[in-house]
């Protein structure tokens, strides 16, 4: 089992950047697949980005694709969300997801989330 915490949201102008933490616990976080996704209000949760076991395959939705950059540092149990050129329709809680088998873009392959972190941008 991970533990996962979310860090880094805050409030920032159109065409500002923030980059996201999420903290895992336990010493397996290297095996497994990770993944980023948000929620707006009213809205259902979006797939934005997944990552390999191995950080050498990534994946990206199109609408972030260009903007947002996924990572991971097995060493230090911490995956990342590079944000840049942020747009006010960016604003969401961001949560960061472990699946325990493939990387995916559908949310309920995921097995463990964090709490969320909330990003906003202002106009």
């Known amino acids: 089992q991970v533990q996962l915490v979310e860090s880094g949201g805050g409030l920032v102008q159109a065409g500002g950047s923030l980059r996201l933490s999420c903290a895992a616990s336990g010493r397996t976080f290297s095996s497994y697949p990770m993944g980023w996704f948000r929620q707006a209000p009213g809205k259902e949760r979006e797939f934005l980005a997944t990552?390999?076991?191995?950080?050498?395959?990534?994946y990206y939705a199109d609408s972030v694709k260009g903007r947002f950059t996924i990572s991971r540092d097995n060493a230090k149990n911490t995956l990342y969300l590079q944000m840049t050129k942020l747009k006010p329709e960016d604003t969401a809680v961001y949560y960061c997801a472990a699946t325990k088998w493939y990387s995916s873009i559908r949310w309920n392959d995921y097995d463990y989330w964090g709490q969320g972190t909330q990003v906003t941008v202002s106009s």
């Open positions: 990552i390999n076991w191995s950080g050498g395959n990534t």
